[in-house]
């Protein structure tokens, strides 16, 4: 909670010094959320080339739109939420390829289908496997409850900051993202190796 509270205010001295003409600084901020931004537009994509370009993209829409962020709150929410809209309108357009996007499992899920590392080959095509099968699954879900499963899920985001970037009730992105675990539920293959990944 302390680093959390650290970084936003880290976040806000930042923002203030490039509004004050320092544009230089912003570099700070793009160092910093570049991961996580990659990693958000990555999973949305399935496409490492167009992640990338939409990295770019996002920073320079954030930097565009600087000088209309509330400095009284968060600055990561609103920097993903331009990420997001972003996405979304790249999606709408058809630019990303129409490809399916490439989730990686996060380490909750991951643990239902990891096997040990001394594991055999068997065991890692099992596991191999069922990834897939939880990949392409998620992949079928309405994208507003495949935001929210990714960003609840997989990026580690609490339900309050969701709400915020998604401009949703918190009371929506817990119903969604369980109406999502219970789709994916029913959309993963009933082997023994899979069908407990949501649970």
Do not use: C
């Amino acid at each position: 909670m302390q680093d959390e509270l650290n970084q936003d205010i880290r976040d806000i001295r930042t923002v203030h010094v490039v509004l004050q003409g320092r544009h230089d600084q912003f570099r700070d901020i793009v160092h910093r959320y570049t991961d996580p931004i990659f990693s958000l537009a990555y999973r949305m994509t399935g496409s490492p080339e167009d992640a990338e370009e939409a990295v770019q993209e996002i920073f320079s829409r954030a930097f565009e739109r600087l000088s209309s962020f509330d400095t009284e709150r968060r600055f990561f929410p609103w920097l993903y939420t331009i990420a997001l809209n972003h996405l979304r309108s790249k999606a709408r357009s058809g630019s990303s390829g129409g490809a399916p996007p490439a989730l990686s499992l996060d380490d909750t899920l991951e643990r239902h289908v990891s096997s040990p590392a001394s594991a055999g080959p068997e065991h890692l095509a099992l596991r191999r496997e069922a990834e897939r099968s939880v990949l392409e699954a998620l992949g079928k879900l309405r994208p507003e409850h495949r935001e929210v499963f990714i960003l609840r899920h997989m990026e580690g985001l609490g339900g309050r900051e969701i709400a915020e970037m998604l401009d949703i009730p918190e009371n929506t992105v817990k119903t969604y993202a369980h109406r999502a675990r219970r789709q994916l539920r029913e959309l993963i293959l009933s082997g023994d190796e899979v069908k407990n990944e949501i649970d």
